[in-house]
């Protein structure tokens, strides 16, 4: 089993940034393929950005060039650095691990769930 814990939430001001943490327990993460999703108000869950074991990286076009994915294998801990914030990324954001090391974009491959972390962009 693994545990998520998600951090870094908040409200920010349109432009601003924010880096989410998603701290894991239980097993090591190494292995894991990591991803952000987020879900808005009336709106499916979507995929942020993904990392594979290997370091491979995925982003939604929307988010491409703004925001960036990173994992401490030693601390356990995987990251979403998000700058130039739109009122548009207002969401729940919600780390995932899947057991697959290989990057996946489908949402039932993650097996692993955080309870979110509220993310809000003032314009």
């Known amino acids: 089993q693994v545990q998520l814990v998600e951090s870094g939430g908040g409200l920010v001001q349109a432009g601003g940034s924010l880096r989410l943490s998603c701290a894991a327990s239980g097993r090591t993460i190494a292995t894991y393929t990591m991803g952000w999703f987020r879900q808005a108000p009336g709106k499916e869950r979507e995929l942020v950005a993904a990392i594979s074991s290997g370091r491979n990286t995925y982003y939604a076009d929307s988010v491409k060039g703004r925001f960036t994915i990173s994992r401490d294998n030693v601390k356990n801990t995987m990251y979403l650095q998000m700058n130039s914030l739109k009122p548009e990324d207002t969401a729940v954001y919600y780390c995932?691990?899947?057991?697959?090391?290989?990057?996946?974009?489908?949402?039932?491959?993650?097996?692993?769930w955080g309870q979110g972390t509220q993310v809000t962009v003032s314009s």
């Open positions: 995932a691990a899947s057991d697959s090391g290989i990057l996946t974009t489908t949402p039932s491959r993650y097996r692993y």
